[in-house]
């Protein structure tokens, strides 16, 4: 998630090169073949077939760091501690999945990686919130977070870290059918051909992967999802799309509804908003009509249009301690996590965005 936009390090010339280099440079560091670049238009390569008719089986949150996912170390999920072994983790995350389930019905939770994380010792502590998640049964989705400070500005800050950082992800999940692999969250200091290039990269370098194991964000803030579904490289993958209601001050339930589906363009049957919320802890009444307030009126806009178009969504965020968006809030010991709903109006709207619950009443 990101509030505000953040300035990029690199030059336009400096960019083209250092895309230049991620593209060709990822000698000796792959688990497949050495790939010859990204496959030519028309080739798709690996698996393009198996994605569902639409996405409405991916229903779930995010489980962040309270520092928004963006770190210079290991990520560690609100609730969990760097201190914790595999069993302590696997416990406690096995606790959190469940209240997931049990308080909010959803299957799918969206998790944050880096290098730290992956490349380093808790590695081996962090694998109990992917193993424990899978084993309750969710679909997990896996997704590549940028560093904090001058290094969040929407670039892969290493390439010498990042493609290790997902040989030993893959090696250890790719037979997991319940893992996803998203290659980067919100790749805004891209521009949408340099960004569809890096994506048709991943894809060559992990051809063990089905391509309907793959979520390919959206171009910017992961923003739009036309140019990459347009793309005849990503072709099988999912789409993830963002959508916040901050992005305006106002707009009315019908402008929200336009600019969600612009966004989208015909490309609904293969995206997931993998992020999109609105402010949890304020008292606002989701299940009602409230023409002036701009969250109300977005949040009902954008959930009521998931479910028209038949779309998957995974809410920011479903756990994250001191955000004013977290739908879960923890309680009871530490060792023995469990949640409470922040707003069970925010959770209606996600339900009903999910196919189950009532409309909105006048």
């Given at each position: 998630?990101?509030?505000?936009?953040?300035?990029?390090?690199?030059?336009?010339?400096?960019?083209?090169?250092?895309?230049?280099?991620?593209?060709?440079?990822?000698?000796?560091?792959?688990?497949?073949?050495?790939?010859?670049?990204?496959?030519?238009?028309?080739?798709?390569?690996?698996?393009?077939?198996?994605?569902?008719?639409?996405?409405?089986?991916?229903?779930?949150?995010?489980?962040?760091?309270?520092?928004?996912?963006?770190?210079?170390?290991?990520?560690?999920?609100?609730?969990?501690?760097?201190?914790?072994?595999?069993?302590?983790?696997?416990?406690?995350?096995?606790?959190?999945?469940?209240?997931?389930r049990s308080n909010l019905g959803a299957n799918t939770v969206r998790l944050p990686i880096n290098p730290y994380t992956v490349n380093g010792r808790y590695w081996k502590s962090y694998r109990g919130v992917i193993d424990a998640a899978s084993d309750k049964g969710f679909k997990v989705i896996l997704s590549y977070w940028e560093g904090t400070g001058p290094r969040k500005d929407g670039f892969i800050d290493d390439t010498a870290t990042y493609w290790p950082m997902w040989n030993t992800v893959v090696k250890a999940y790719k037979s997991d059918k319940r893992v996803y692999f998203e290659p980067m969250n919100e790749p805004?200091?891209?521009?949408?051909?340099?960004?569809?290039?890096?994506?048709?990269?991943?894809?060559?370098?992990?051809?063990?992967?089905?391509?309907?194991?793959?979520?390919?964000?959206?171009?910017?803030?992961?923003?739009?999802?036309?140019?990459?579904?347009?793309?005849?490289?990503?072709?099988?993958?999912?789409?993830?799309?963002?959508?916040?209601?901050?992005?305006?001050?106002?707009?009315?339930?019908?402008?929200?509804?336009?600019?969600?589906?612009?966004?989208?363009?015909?490309?609904?049957?293969?995206?997931?908003?993998?992020?999109?919320?609105?402010?949890?802890?304020?008292?606002?009444?989701?299940?009602?009509?409230?023409?002036?307030?701009?969250?109300?009126?977005?949040?009902?806009?954008?959930?009521?249009?998931?479910?028209?178009?038949?779309?998957?969504?995974?809410?920011?965020?479903?756990?994250?301690?001191?955000?004013?968006?977290?739908?879960?809030?923890?309680?009871?010991?530490?060792?023995?996590?469990?949640?409470?709903?922040?707003?069970?109006?925010?959770?209606?709207?996600?339900?009903?965005?999910?196919?189950?619950?009532?409309?909105?009443?006048?």
């Amino acid at each position: 998630m990101r509030r505000t936009p953040a300035g990029t390090r690199f030059t336009p010339r400096l960019r083209a090169a250092f895309v230049a280099l991620l593209i060709a440079g990822t000698s000796g560091t792959t688990v497949a073949a050495s790939p010859a670049g990204a496959t030519p238009s028309g080739h798709t390569g690996g698996h393009t077939s198996g994605l569902s008719k639409d996405t409405t089986q991916f229903k779930g949150v995010n489980w962040a760091d309270p520092r928004d996912n963006f770190a210079d170390d290991p990520v560690v999920l609100s609730g969990l501690s760097t201190s914790d072994t595999y069993a302590q983790t696997y416990t406690k995350a096995s606790r959190v999945i469940s209240a997931f389930r049990s308080n909010l019905g959803a299957n799918t939770v969206r998790l944050p990686i880096n290098p730290y994380t992956v490349n380093g010792r808790y590695w081996k502590s962090y694998r109990g919130v992917i193993d424990a998640a899978s084993d309750k049964g969710f679909k997990v989705i896996l997704s590549y977070w940028e560093g904090t400070g001058p290094r969040k500005d929407g670039f892969i800050d290493d390439t010498a870290t990042y493609w290790p950082m997902w040989n030993t992800v893959v090696k250890a999940y790719k037979s997991d059918k319940r893992v996803y692999f998203e290659p980067m969250n919100e790749p805004h200091g891209y521009t949408d051909t340099e960004w569809a290039d890096i994506a048709a990269k991943w894809l060559d370098t992990y051809r063990q992967v089905p391509r309907n194991r793959v979520f390919v964000s959206g171009a910017g803030y992961n923003d739009h999802v036309t140019t990459v579904c347009a793309d005849p490289r990503l072709k099988g993958t999912y789409l993830s799309l963002h959508h916040y209601g901050f992005w305006k001050d106002y707009a009315t339930y019908d402008q929200w509804v336009a600019d969600l589906k612009v966004r989208i363009g015909d490309c609904a049957n293969r995206t997931v908003a993998d992020e999109f919320g609105s402010p949890m802890t304020t008292g606002f009444d989701y299940n009602k009509p409230t023409p002036d307030n701009n969250f109300i009126n977005y949040l009902q806009a954008v959930t009521d249009t998931f479910r028209e178009l038949k779309m998957g969504s995974v809410y920011w965020p479903g756990l994250r301690t001191d955000d004013t968006y977290s739908l879960q809030t923890l309680t009871g010991p530490p060792s023995r996590p469990w949640l409470t709903t922040t707003n069970q109006s925010g959770a209606d709207r996600l339900a009903w965005s999910w196919g189950r619950g009532k409309p909105v009443q006048p």
